[in-house]
């Protein structure tokens, strides 16, 4: 019979060495403080910090805990597999609701079980939609805390969904000392990717395509770009086949549509066994920690893959419906995600589950921080209102266990919610979706972009700086892997998603883009020139920008979707990274890298407190100042989109090396070559130039900042479509 009791530990100690106390024991309470406090004061410098959710599947000395919440559930049960191919559980285990319940939570312990054992939930109870149960006593519940998952739906006749298997885990890894890197986010040069897609193509040349290993592989790749922090699209569990266990004709590349939050995703393991993703991801962490490169993952705790009243049941709505999804009239799901439904994030169950989730990733896995998907729905209610100082966001930006990990949201939702700027508070950072549609606006030449141009290269102090959040409160993007990717948005005017089946309806139409003559490939010289420049433009003012910077993967090399700004069902090359682009573009490559390294070394352009426009350390010179082609002070009610801005070094106090140089960039978005003129205030200094997007390779960038100094009579002059930054060559007096 199973040992019967219940899990209590919110924090495990793992012991390195002989002589600290051993695992605890079944029935040994947890105090999460005093663990804490017996971590700091050990000496060795080998323990590691573990953290352990109280439900799911633990392992003990003698078996498996399993923990399950459910309140309104009348019976429990757990399936028992053998292999991951068995459709039927070799045995099943009742939950005695006497002995097994313990208030809303169902838990019992099986001795003899070990790590890598295969389990389903399964639950009966009131099948009432109108009051918000589903329950389904012959379905096969995916655990809600699963660690892994293996296999994935098996093909079923008799209308049974068969989900992948839950994997009981073992978590122990060596983690060599391994910590969080904890850079400031001010410092952070971030780098979307798609762990699949980055390694997949024949071309990457790895041992372990499209795996978490495979991005080992590319690590020297990363590091010679120059990137601080990689940002991972959804590595947690999603589904691969539909739920007849039937190929999918339209596969959820991208992963938004989460299956297990607690789990790594099993279709970026190299090795097929079940729970090698678990080691393989943390494989991969330690490689980039080691490379000094943080990890951030790509969260989606807005909606899962359960879908509406027409969706499967696979684990959620078969056990407490109505607590993790926010239903409208009691029976409908309300979609404020634009994917069927939408969890209920303000629920206590459910937030105490995203909380566990967080701390599972960062303290398990050592994850440096998290994106938040369609974050905005963190702000709404139980009942789907939006409302002001939402618990869930103040919570997660408080959260002491949280407090070393960047916390970045993407501020607006499928219904309607546009949060930018008024998002949580000066830990939020945000993706800043102003800022790519300005930036996008001023380079393709809309009329009246100036202004909103310099307001987005000085940190978007509109947006933030009234709530007293600091410039690294924007992550600045130009592209991500929703829409265009860099080189399509130069080199398509409409888009085409033909080959997403949809007859090209889905995707954005406001892209803000343009073709400059032809649509798509082109021999044409004159507009392969302005579309590499414009492409040189984009990349250049993103990483002169004050806040932090984040790239798309492959927009360093041109990697084109041939105008597919939707590829989330594309796992073909039109989604892979073609590896043959960093070498047929590598003078790009190298263009980026380069202002990734000045961005590295020139505090001017990241500082952690906004611009003012006012004097510097008792220089005369303000910290920002703004100026018209003729080196005047700029007239913003100008017509044209032709602008120089001088940015001033940092004061010693922010700067205590020394390290920052003032700073001139020269913006030229008008179809004409024009002369600027150095400003007064840059007189009597020497200049080099570092950057002329206008220029041919090698001469777009000199890495060395040793570029021609202006003439004498300091005027130079910006080709069309073009800008150049000049660096002093000395330290401010």
Request: charged share 25%; hydrophobic share 35%; with cysteine.
């Amino acid at each position: 019979m199973p040992d019967r009791f219940v899990t209590s530990g919110f924090s495990e100690l793992r012991r390195a060495h002989d002589g600290l106390e051993g695992p605890r024991q079944p029935n040994q309470a947890s105090d999460s403080r005093s663990d804490l406090y017996m971590l700091m004061r050990q000496p060795c410098p080998d323990l590691q910090f573990a953290y352990s959710p109280p439900f799911g599947a633990t392992l003990t000395e003698k078996g498996v805990q399993f923990s399950v919440f459910s309140r309104s559930a009348t019976e429990m049960r757990l399936l028992l597999y053998n292999k991951v191919t068995d459709r039927e559980p070799a045995q099943v285990i009742d939950f005695d609701r006497g002995t097994d319940r313990w208030g809303d939570v169902w838990s019992l312990h099986v001795p003899g079980l070990e790590a890598g054992q295969l389990y389903h939930f399964q639950a009966s109870g009131p099948w009432e939609p109108e009051n918000g149960h589903r329950f389904d006593s012959t379905a096969r519940l995916i655990d809600p805390y699963a660690q892994a998952l293996a296999g994935t739906y098996q093909k079923q006749t008799d209308g049974v969904v068969r989900p992948p298997k839950c994997v009981v885990v073992d978590g122990t890894f060596d983690w060599e000392g391994d910590r969080h890197v904890r850079r400031d986010v001010s410092e952070s040069i971030i780098y979307e990717m798609h762990v699949r897609g980055f390694t997949k193509s024949k071309t990457a040349k790895v041992k372990a395509p499209g795996s978490y290993l495979g991005v080992i592989e590319k690590i020297p790749y990363l590091k010679s770009l120059g990137v601080t922090s990689v940002e991972l699209m959804p590595v947690h569990e999603f589904p691969i086949r539909d739920p007849q266990g039937k190929k999918l004709s339209r596969p959820n590349y991208w992963g938004y549509d989460p299956m297990a939050f607690f789990a790594p995703h099993r279709g970026y393991a190299h090795d097929s066994a079940p729970g090698a993703q678990v080691n393989e991801f943390k494989q991969m962490v330690k490689a980039l920690h080691s490379a000094g490169i943080e990890v951030i993952l790509d969260v989606v705790f807005n909606h899962t893959c359960e879908g509406n009243e027409q969706g499967p049941t696979l684990s959620f709505k078969g056990l407490e419906n109505q607590v993790y999804y926010i239903l409208s009239e009691g029976q409908h799901y309300c979609n404020y995600s634009g994917c069927g439904n939408t969890i209920n994030g303000n629920h206590p169950v459910v937030r105490e589950m995203i909380f566990h989730c967080l701390r599972h990733w960062v303290h398990n896995y050592h994850i440096d921080g998290f994106r938040f998907d369609l974050a905005s729905i963190l702000s709404r209610d139980r009942s789907g209102n939006l409302i002001p100082n939402p618990p869930m966001v103040e919570l997660i930006a408080e959260d002491p266990m949280l407090a070393d990990t960047k916390i970045i949201a993407e501020a607006w939702d499928a219904a309607g919610a546009y949060q930018v700027g008024s998002f949580g508070n000066h830990r939020w950072a945000e993706w800043n979706g102003r800022y790519r549609d300005d930036v996008r606006g001023f380079w393709r030449g809309d009329a009246g972009t100036l202004g909103p141009l310099a307001t987005r290269l000085a940190g978007s102090s509109d947006l933030y700086q009234h709530a007293g959040r600091p410039p690294s409160c924007s992550v600045n993007l130009v592209t991500t892997h929703d829409g265009f990717t860099m080189n399509d948005l130069v080199s398509y005017k409409e888009k085409h998603n033909e080959a997403n089946g949809e007859d090209n309806n889905d995707g954005d139409n406001h892209n803000i883009s343009d073709n400059y003559g032809v649509e798509g490939p082109t021999r044409k010289k004159a507009i392969s020139t302005i579309r590499s420049q414009q492409v040189r433009n984009m990349l250049a003012t993103l990483l002169t920008s004050q806040g932090v910077p984040m790239i798309v993967s492959g927009d360093e090399a041109r990697r084109t979707q041939k105008g597919n700004n939707n590829a989330y069902c594309q796992d073909t090359d039109i989604s892979w990274f073609d590896w043959r682009l960093v070498e047929k573009n590598a003078d790009l490559v190298r263009f980026v890298s380069a202002l990734i390294e000045f961005r590295k070394n020139q505090p001017t352009i990241r500082r952690r407190e906004y611009l003012t426009g006012q004097p510097v350390d008792g220089r005369k010179v303000p910290d920002v100042s703004w100026y018209g082609p003729s080196g005047e002070p700029l007239n913003w009610d100008q017509g044209e989109l032709a602008m120089a801005a001088y940015i001033a070094a940092p004061s010693r106090i922010d700067d205590p090396e020394g390290l920052g140089r003032d700073v001139i960039l020269m913006f030229n978005s008008t179809g004409d070559h024009r002369e600027f003129h150095f400003p007064a205030i840059a007189r009597g200094t020497q200049w080099n130039l570092f950057v002329d997007t206008a220029a041919a390779p090698p001469e777009d960038i000199y890495p060395d900042v040793d570029g021609p100094m202006p003439p004498n009579n300091r005027i130079v002059e910006v080709g069309r479509h073009s800008m150049r930054i000049y660096v002093c060559n000395a330290a401010p007096k």
